[in-house]
């Protein structure tokens, strides 16, 4: 098993034991990063984009 993998799933027990397990998107965003740490800023962006709540809704 790859270094990478065995990452993967130490995070994916982690998060299990909190209840909030990794979905194959969340495992497939983590390999990615490790993989590829350029991608790190891109990716990290898009989960803001996707996530975030615009300043205008908080009120």
């Not at 299990?16 to 390999?31: V, Y």
């Not at 350029?38 to 975030?52: E, W």
């Amino acid at each position: 098993m790859s270094d990478i993998e065995k990452i993967v799933r130490e995070v994916d027990s982690s998060m299990a034991m909190e209840g909030m397990p990794l979905t194959n998107e969340d495992r497939d965003r983590i390999r990615k990063c490790l993989s590829e740490p350029l991608a790190v800023d891109r990716i990290i962006n898009g989960l803001l984009a996707k996530h975030a709540v615009p300043v205008r809704a908080r009120k």
